[in-house]
């Protein structure tokens, strides 16, 4: 199994994966029936989740049913009992949406769907498309920005970040979660490397254009915003982390006032 899953991230375009994986994740999950986990996202129950991984596969990471990995999982929980996101549907941008969240997140947005607005640049799933380096809508149009796991793939990251900034109202909030080594002092980045395996080898993913440290709070900052890194996986306890399979990931919460 963890082969196979390497091979269709490794092979098959990311679109082509994002239409195919609801249905035949879901099979290969009839082989992990069981109790020993449970997805906070959908509230299934496995033995453990499945493999995931472009080079080296995580154990117990995917869930069958939804496809949340370790880190939506971890994201779902802190959204749903850390913000008023459910109480008061802000109006949301949803930059590259997870499957897994976007389905959850939508009926939350049943009586008002204009204000769940999902952006990616090319899934088919996603409402509008675009770069995000340069974002066509009005300044101070949301008052909450989700964007996860992307970052790392862009260009030009503190563009990026200036249009997610433009975007956000006054006293608004948002996460921006990326992939940070804590124990590497600065981020390194290198555009040079194009060669999908030298990115591979360096940045641990083709196409991946840098490996975020622990100043990434500070890069969040140098776009405007005011950013708190959140350690919530250490407020649940052990037995919440084991059973729902959490990462040690910190929560980046921004703020622009």
């Known amino acids: 199994m963890r082969r196979l899953i390497r091979l269709a991230l490794n092979?098959?375009?990311?679109?082509?994966?994002?239409?195919?994986?609801?249905?035949?994740?879901?099979?290969?999950g009839l082989f992990y029936r069981g109790r020993g986990v449970e997805c906070p996202v959908c509230g299934a129950h496995y033995r453990r989740f499945l493999p995931y991984g472009y080079v080296a596969s995580r154990p117990n990471a995917l869930c069958?049913?939804?496809?949340?990995?370790?880190?939506?999982?971890?994201?779902?929980l802190y959204l749903t009992r850390e913000t008023d996101l459910a109480a008061t549907r802000p109006r949301t941008l949803h930059i590259a949406p997870e499957v897994c969240l976007m389905r959850h997140l939508r009926p939350l947005f049943a009586a008002a769907p204009e204000r769940y607005v999902t952006a990616d640049l090319e899934s088919?799933?996603?409402d509008l498309h675009f770069d995000v380096q340069r974002i066509p809508l009005d300044d101070a149009s949301f008052d909450a920005v989700i964007?996860?796991?992307?970052?790392?793939?862009?260009?030009?990251?503190?563009?990026?970040?200036?249009?997610?900034?433009?975007?956000?109202?006054?006293?608004?909030?948002?996460?921006?979660?990326?992939?940070?080594?804590r124990d590497r002092e600065r981020t390194y980045e290198d555009d040079t490397i194009t060669d999908p395996d030298e990115r591979t080898r360096i940045f641990g993913q083709y196409d991946h254009r840098r490996i975020y440290g622990a100043d990434y709070a500070d890069?969040?900052?140098?776009?405007?915003?005011?950013?708190?890194?959140?350690?919530?996986a250490a407020s649940l306890t052990e037995r919440q982390r084991r059973l729902y399979a959490l990462p040690e990931d910190h929560i980046y919460v921004v703020y622009k006032r």
């Open 147 to 181: 964007c996860n796991h992307l970052l790392e793939h862009v260009a030009d990251d503190r563009q990026a970040l200036r249009e997610l900034h433009r975007v956000l109202r006054p006293g608004g909030w948002g996460i921006l979660l990326s992939p940070v080594e």
């Open 219 to 232: 890069r969040l900052r140098e776009a405007g915003f005011e950013a708190v890194d959140i350690d919530y």
């Open 11 to 28: 092979r098959i375009p990311r679109p082509v994966l994002q239409r195919l994986a609801g249905w035949v994740v879901p099979l290969a």
């Open 64 to 76: 069958p049913r939804c496809l949340a990995l370790e880190r939506h999982r971890l994201l779902w």
């Open 124 to 126: 088919p799933l996603a």
